[in-house]
């Protein structure tokens, strides 16, 4: 299991508008386990998160992976990823 600390928490039950229309989790255990259910990653630096979506053979699109709905910056250096 996934273990996400409370800033990764926090900045998903935050906004996790961008990337769903209606809201998925509404405390910090909902979020943990929508977050885990979904695999959710926690990544340390935006080379991280490229180096991420390069390895899935995932598409950027043309704004690059940090402006992606998935990609969640928690506000420590840190980005969460979330493939809803």
Same mark, same amino acid.
């Given at each position: ?5 409370? /800033? +990764?928490?926090?900045?998903?039950? =935050?906004?996790?508008?961008?990337? *769903?229309? !209606? @809201?998925?989790?509404? $405390? ?11 695999? /959710? +990653?926690?990544?340390?630096?935006? =080379?991280?998160?490229?180096?991420? *979506?390069? !390895? @899935?053979?995932?598409? $950027? ?12 910056? +928690? ?10």
């Amino acid at each position: 299991m996934h273990e996400y600390d409370d /800033a +990764v928490l926090q900045c998903f039950l =935050e906004k996790q508008g961008q990337l *769903f229309s !209606e @809201e998925v989790a509404s $405390t910090p255990e909902e979020a943990e386990a929508f977050l885990s259910d979904c695999m /959710a +990653v926690v990544l340390d630096s935006p =080379e991280e998160v490229d180096e991420y *979506f390069r !390895e @899935e053979g995932m598409d $950027t699109g043309g704004d690059g992976p940090l402006e992606m709905s998935e990609v969640f910056e +928690v506000g420590d250096g840190r980005y969460l990823i979330v493939e809803g």
